[in-house]
C-alpha cells in the first residue's frame, strides 16, 4: 500500500480507517524469469494499491509487536555508543534493516558484484553458524574434562550433538530477529542438512538429505521454487558437497575454496537471471567476503552485547575498509559480461568441467582463471555477431507506461523506457533491458524519449547506464543524472557529450525528417507545430518507424488537436500497418479522423492492468468497433511482432494458473494475427 501523505512516524499495531483503492497483483508479462505476480504471492501480498484517505484511530498498544519494540529499543541504545557509519552496518547486518545503507550504496554493491555481502542470507545465516559452533566445542571440552574426572568418558559420546544444536538455536534467534523472511528461513534448513551431513557423513546419503530439505522449504512456502534465491541455495550447498566430498583441504584452503567453488557453479543461475558477471565482481569479492563475513559481521553482532563501545570504532574502520575497495574496484572500469540465456547450458559444461578439473587437476586460481577465459571467450563471440539475432518488435509490459524496442537484426532502436517508481525500481532495469540481452542486444542506435514524463521517461538513466547509446533524441529537453553520457566521436578524434537531438528540429538541423538506419529500417519524425506544443504531451515525438515492409506509426501522447495539424500537414503520409494508441487510449485521442487517416490493421495500447486513468477509454473502443484487430499490454501482456509479420501475445502462451484472469478481462484475437 502506498499512502502519499503518511505521518512521520507509523508503527505495527497502529490502527487505521481509510478508504483504499485495491488490485490484484499483476503487470510486468514479458517473458522473463522473474515473475511478478509469484513474488507477491511468495511474500504473501494478495493486494497492492493506495490509499485515498487514511486516519491513525488507534496507536499501538504497548504489548503490540513485542518484536518491533526490542529492536527499536536496541536501535535507540546503540545510537549512544556508536557511530552513524557503525550503525548502518549493525541494523543492516543484524536487524535485517534494508533501509540502513543509502541508495548510491545499495548501487555501488550492485555494480561491484558484492550485493550478497549487505542483504542477510544464507551467507549471513552460514556465517553465525560457524561462529556458534566455537562456544559448544569449548563447553563440550570443558564437560569433557569434568567427566574424564568423575571417570566417566563414555557420556561424553552422547554430547557430541551439543555443539550443532547450540549452533541452530543461536542462528534461529538470529534468523529470527533479522525478520524471519522465507529466505532466512530457507537458509536455516540448509544450515541445518549441512550440520547433519557434517555429523554423520557415512550415514547419511546427502541427495536424499537435500531433496528433503527442498520439501521441508517448500512446505514452508510452496512458491518458494520460483525465486532465485531457492536456486542459489541448493545450488550453493550441492555444490559445496559434492566438491569436497573425500577431499581434504588446508584450513586456509578451506576457508577461501567454498567461495570460489560456489561463484563456479552460480555462473549458469546468475546468467538464467540476467545477472551479469565481471572479472570487477571477482576481484572485489576477493577481498570483500573476508572482510564482511570474518571481520565486519562478528563486529556487527559483537555491538549489540555490552561490547559495543569497544568494538564500535572496529566496525567504522572495517566499513570504510569495505567502501574504499570499492571504490577502487569501480575505478578499474572493467566492462561487465553479459551472457544471453540460450548460451546457459554451454556456460554450465564449461563451467563445470573446469570446477571438476580444477579439484582434481589444476591450483585453485588456475582453474578459476580458465574458467573466467572461457565465460569471456563465449562472451565476445556472441558480442562479435557470429551469433545471428532474430529481428523482431516488443511492445514491454510496462505497466501504466510506454516502452518500445524494434531492431532488425544488425540495427536496434528504443523509443521510451517505461516508468519509474523511486530509486529502487523501473521497468527499464527490470524488463528492457533484460530482454535487451535475452535478444543479444548490447547497444542502440537511437534512443527515442517521446517527452519528459515518467510513464515514458523514468528509466532514460538506467539504459544510459546499462548499454551504449549512439543517438538520443528527445520530445523535450530532459534532466539526465547517470553518469554514463551519451558520446560520440570529435573530429579531432576526441570524446564529446553529444547534445540532445530535439525531434521537432530534426528536420530543420538535417534537412530531413529521417534518420536512416538502414535500407529497409529507418525512422521518419512528424515535427508537431510549435503551437500546438502548449503542454508536455503535445511536446511528443511521432515517430513513423519503416521497418521489414511494415509502418508503424508511435504518436507518444499527443491530443487530437496535434492530430488533426499533423493530418493537415501530412495527409495519407501517415498511413501505417500498426498504429501504437496515443496516450495509452485516452478518450483526447486517436479521433475518427486520425484512424481514418492512419487506417492502421492493427492498433496497440500500453496501459496499466485497471488503471485509474481508465485507458483505454470506452470511446476510443468503440471507435475502433470490429474494423480494426487491437490488443492491450494489461491484458495481453507484452507484444511482440515477428519479421514476417505474425503478432504474438505474451499471456497467451503458456502462464502458470496463478496468472489466471476472468474471461471477460482475456482478448486474445490478435494472437497469430498475420500483417499482409
Known amino acids: 500500500m502506498s499512502w502519499f501523505d503518511a505521518p512521520a512516524e507509523l508503527q505495527a499495531g497502529d490502527c487505521l480507517e481509510a478508504i483504499a483503492r485495491l488490485k490484484t497483483p499483476r503487470s510486468y508479462a514479458n517473458g522473463l524469469p522473474y515473475d511478478y505476480v509469484a513474488s507477491m504471492m511468495f511474500q504473501g501480498v494478495d493486494a497492492t494499491g493506495y490509499l485515498r484517505h487514511a486516519t491513525v484511530i488507534n496507536t499501538a498498544p504497548d504489548h503490540a509487536d ?12 546503540l545510537s549512544g555508543a556508536l557511530s552513524g557509519e557503525a550503525q548502518r552496518w549493525v541494523a543492516g547486518l543484524v536487524f535485517g534493516d534494508k ?5 548510491s550504496q545499495w548501487q555501488q554493491v550492485r555494480d561491484t558484484g558484492t550485493l550478497h555481502l549487505l542483504v542477510v542470507s544464507g551467507l549471513h545465516v552460514g556465517i553465525v553458524g560457524v561462529l556458534s559452533l566455537f562456544p559448544g566445542v569449548v563447553m563440550l571440552r570443558i564437560v569433557a574434562l569434568a567427566l574424564s574426572l568423575v571417570r566417566r568418558p563414555a557420556s561424553v559420546e552422547h554430547l557430541r550433538w551439543f555443539p550443532p544444536l547450540l549452533a541452530l538455536i543461536i542462528t534461529a534467534v538470529y534468523v529470527w530477529v533479522a525478520g524471519s523472511g522465507i529466505s532466512l528461513l530457507r537458509a536455516w534448513v540448509m544450515f541445518a542438512v549441512v550440520l547433519l551431513i557434517w555429523q554423520n557423513p557415512r550415514r547419511i546419503r546427502r541427495t536424499t538429505v537435500l531433496i528433503f530439505a527442498a520439501l521441508m522449504v517448500m512446505v514452508i512456502n510452496p512458491l518458494s521454487w520460483t525465486q532465485a534465491g531457492f536456486a542459489y541455495s541448493f545450488a550453493a550447498v550441492a555444490a559445496l558437497v559434492l566438491y569436497f566430498e573425500g577431499q581434504r583441504n588446508s584450513k586456509l584452503t578451506a576457508i ?30 576477493l577481498f570483500a567476503i573476508p572482510l564482511v563475513t570474518l571481520v565486519i559481521l562478528p563486529l556487527a553482532l559483537s555491538c549489540v552485547t555490552p561490547l559495543a563501545t569497544l568494538t564500535g570504532p572496529w566496525i567504522t574502520t572495517a566499513g570504510e575498509w569495505f567502501w574504499s575497495w570499492l571504490d577502487i574496484v569501480d575505478g578499474l572500469g572493467l566492462p561487465s559480461i553479459y551472457v544471453p540465456t540460450g548460451t546457459s547450458l554451454f556456460i554450465f559444461a564449461v563451467s563445470l568441467g573446469l570446477w571438476l578439473l580444477g579439484a582434481r587437476l589444476l591450483p585453485l586460481l588456475v582453474s578459476v582463471l580458465l574458467m573466467w577465459a572461457a565465460v569471456f571467450a563465449v562472451n565476445v563471440f556472441e558480442l562479435s555477431g557470429a551469433v545471428s539475432q532474430k529481428a523482431g518488435l516488443w511492445l514491454v509490459d510496462s505497466g501504466q507506461g510506454q516502452a518500445l524496442l524494434v531492431s532488425d537484426g544488425a540495427h536496434h532502436v528504443l523509443i521510451d523506457t517505461g516508468p519509474a517508481f523511486g530509486e529502487q525500481f523501473s521497468v527499464a532495469s527490470s524488463a528492457l533491458v533484460p530482454i535487451m540481452r535475452r535478444e543479444g542486444i548490447h547497444q542502440l542506435d537511437a534512443l527515442v524519449i517521446s517527452h519528459g514524463d515518467n510513464d515514458h521517461a523514468g528509466g532514460v538513466d538506467d539504459i544510459l547506464k546499462a548499454v551504449n547509446v549512439n543517438r538520443l533524441l528527445v520530445g523535450e529537453d530532459l534532466s ?10 570529435a573530429e579531432q578524434g576526441e570524446e564529446k557529450v553529444q547534445l540532445q537531438t530535439d525531434c521537432h528540429q530534426l528536420a530543420k538541423e538535417a534537412g530531413t525528417q529521417a534518420y536512416v538506419l538502414f535500407d529497409a529500417f529507418q525512422l521518419t519524425f512528424l515535427p508537431v507545430p510549435e503551437a500546438e506544443r502548449t503542454n508536455a504531451n503535445n511536446h511528443s515525438c511521432v515517430v513513423m518507424i519503416e521497418w521489414m515492409t511494415f509502418r508503424i506509426l508511435v504518436p507518444g501522447d499527443i491530443d487530437m488537436d496535434v492530430e488533426r495539424s499533423l493530418i493537415a500537414a501530412h495527409g495519407d503520409n501517415l498511413k501505417a500497418d500498426v498504429l501504437v494508441a496515443a496516450h495509452h487510449g485516452s478518450r483526447s485521442s486517436t479521433s475518427n479522423m486520425w484512424l481514418n487517416t492512419v487506417r492502421p490493421n492493427v492498433v496497440l495500447f500500453s496501459a496499466g492492468y485497471r488503471n485509474s486513468f481508465g485507458h483505454p477509454h470506452p470511446d476510443v473502443l468503440k471507435r475502433l468497433g470490429d474494423r480494426v484487430v487491437h490488443a492491450n499490454t494489461a491484458t495481453a501482456g507484452m507484444i511482440t511482432l515477428s519479421s514476417e509479420g505474425r503478432f504474438s501475445l505474451e499471456r497467451a502462451k503458456w502462464l502458470p ?17 498475420v500483417l499482409e
Open 480 to 489: 539526465l543524472s547517470s553518469k554514463k553520457a551519451v558520446t560520440e566521436k
Open 99 to 103: 533501509k540502513a545503507f543509502t541508495h
Open 657 to 673: 494458473h496463478w496468472h489466471a484472469t476472468a474471461d471477460d478481462e482475456r482478448d486474445f484475437s490478435l494472437h497469430g494475427h
Open 66 to 77: 513485542w518484536v518491533m519494540r526490542l529492536k527499536q529499543r536496541l536501535k535507540h541504545r
Open 256 to 285: 577461501f575454496l567454498p567461495q570460489f567453488v560456489v561463484l563456479i557453479c552460480l555462473l549458469p543461475i546468475m546468467t538464467y537471471w540476467g545477472q551479469s558477471s565481471s572479472a570487477g565482481h571477482l576481484i572485489a569479492n
